[in-house]
C-alpha cells in the first residue's frame, strides 16, 4: 500500500479529529493508490482514502478552508509554500501544479511507537529492544512516543521559534 505522509501538524491534527482534511498534493489522487496508509514521521497511525477534488484555486481553497486544518486561507497558503519550499529542496524533480485533495480515515492501524532521546534520536520500538533502551546518539535513556506526542513536541517547537522571531 503507497504510504501519504501528513507533515504539517495543523492538517495531522484535523485528520485525526475529524476523520477527514482538505489538503494540498504536487499530484492527482488518482496517480497512485485509492487506499492508501497515513504516516507522520516515521509512524504509520492509519489507512485513509484519497480522491482529487480539482486543480490548486483559491476559490477551491475558500470552499475548503474550514476542513484544512487552518484557520484562514493566508495561513493555508503560508503552509503550502513551505511544504513547496521544502519538496524543491529534498528533489531534482519539481512539478509546480497542485491539486487540491479530499483524504478520509477508513480504519487505524495497530499503533506503532517511535522511541525519542531527548537529544532528537528517533527509532522504532522494535529497534530499542536491541540497544537496550539506550540513545545511540547521546547514551541517554530512551522513552516511548505516540503520534500524538510527537505532533505536539513539534507544535511546540514551532511556536518556540514563531515567537522568538516576533521577539526580535
Not at 49 to 65: F, N, P
Not at 110 to 132: F, H, S, T
Not at 146 to 161: G, K, W
Amino acid at each position: 500500500m503507497t504510504d501519504m505522509y501528513f507533515n504539517e501538524p495543523d492538517v495531522l491534527e484535523e485528520l485525526l479529529n475529524r476523520g477527514e482534511v482538505y489538503t494540498v498534493r504536487h499530484y492527482p489522487a488518482e496517480r497512485f493508490a485509492k487506499t492508501r496508509t497515513a504516516r507522520y514521521s516515521k509512524v504509520r497511525f492509519g489507512k485513509v482514502e484519497v480522491e482529487t477534488v480539482g486543480d490548486l484555486s483559491d476559490a477551491l481553497l475558500s470552499q475548503y478552508v474550514y476542513k484544512s486544518g487552518f484557520v484562514t486561507i493566508i495561513a493555508w497558503k503560508k503552509a503550502i509554500k513551505r511544504q513547496q519550499e521544502k519538496r524543491k529542496k529534498n528533489t531534482r524533480k519539481h512539478n509546480n501544479e497542485l491539486w487540491l485533495i479530499h483524504v478520509t480515515v477508513i480504519g487505524e492501524l495497530d499503533p506503532m511507537y517511535l522511541i525519542e532521546c531527548p537529544c532528537g534520536y528517533r527509532v522504532l520500538e522494535a529497534e530499542m529492544q536491541k540497544l537496550d533502551r539506550t540513545c545511540p546518539g547521546c547514551g541517554g535513556w530512551l522513552k516511548s512516543a505516540t503520534v500524538a506526542d510527537i505532533m505536539e513536541d513539534e507544535r511546540e517547537r514551532q511556536e518556540y521559534y514563531r515567537l522568538k522571531l516576533v521577539g526580535r
